[in-house]
């Protein structure tokens, strides 16, 4: 498995972007992703996370009904789309793949991250 996580970038407050997570490996279907964020200064919190089909999706609340997480298993990929983003998404944006949860322990593989800056 090698994650690697892009789409970051600079935006302004109400901004969109679309994060995607593309994994090189040959098992991408056989786990669930999650997106996880880390804030300077702060620790690593869970952001959305999917099954591996697709069938199961979680939220924090922090970002639920602005943001959708999504997979193309065929392209070995995932997808956070965010958007009506605030000054406090600031962050480095990280991928994983694991078994489906809310917690960082449940996630074997972890990607480089992308970083998101929103400010105007």
């Known amino acids: 498995v090698q994650l690697q996580a892009s789409g970051g970038g600079l935006v302004q407050p109400g901004g969109s972007l679309r994060l995607s997570c593309a994994d090189s490996g040959r098992t991408f279907t056989s786990y669930s992703v999650g997106w996880f964020r880390q804030a300077p200064g702060k620790e690593r919190e869970f952001v959305a996370a999917i099954s591996w089909n697709g069938g199961s999706k979680f939220y924090a609340e922090s970002v639920k009904g602005r943001s959708t997480i999504s997979r193309e298993n065929a392209k070995n990929t995932a997808y956070l789309q965010m958007n009506n983003l605030k000054p406090e998404d600031t962050a480095v944006y990280l991928c994983?793949?694991?078994?489906?949860?809310?917690?960082?322990?449940?996630?074997?593989?972890w990607g480089q991250g992308t970083l998101v800056t929103v400010s105007s």
């Open positions: 994983a793949l694991g078994s489906l949860s809310t917690t960082r322990q449940a996630y074997n593989y």
